[in-house]
């Protein structure tokens, strides 16, 4: 697992820690029951704060990707596949809110919008 952090990015370090570590777990790259790097040593990797490592963890042992276990670290969760989607299909209704909003903004119809994701999808391969 490889993880790149930013400080460009306009996103606080801890979320794009957790967010590249969720992204591993749930493309496979990271197995089910594989033991993670510790937090100091992932903090050490990455030339940041302790405290920004275990933010990123605990916020993954809270959403279900990770658990914690005292004295041995901290391992991947068995996914469960039907809270993923869920928390997935969230994120998907956030990000379509947030493009109904911004087209309201800029002034784009629904046709020009439904266009717009058809081509999206389209170019993605899913469409």
Known sequence: MNIIITNTAG???????????KTAILSGEVADGELLPSIRQ??????????????????????????????????????????LREQKLCEVE??????????????IGHKELWDMLRLLLEEDGNG
């Open 42 to 83: 992932l903090a050490r990797d990455l030339q940041v704060s302790v405290i920004t490592t275990m933010r990123a963890y605990n916020d993954l042992e809270q959403e279900g990707y990770v658990a914690n276990i005292q004295g041995r670290g901290c391992y991947v969760q068995p996914k469960n596949k039907e809270l």
């Open 94 to 107: 956030e990000s379509l809110s947030r493009a109904i909003a911004a087209s309201k903004l800029a002034n």
């Open 11 to 21: 996103i606080p370090i801890y979320e794009q820690i957790k967010e590249q570590i």
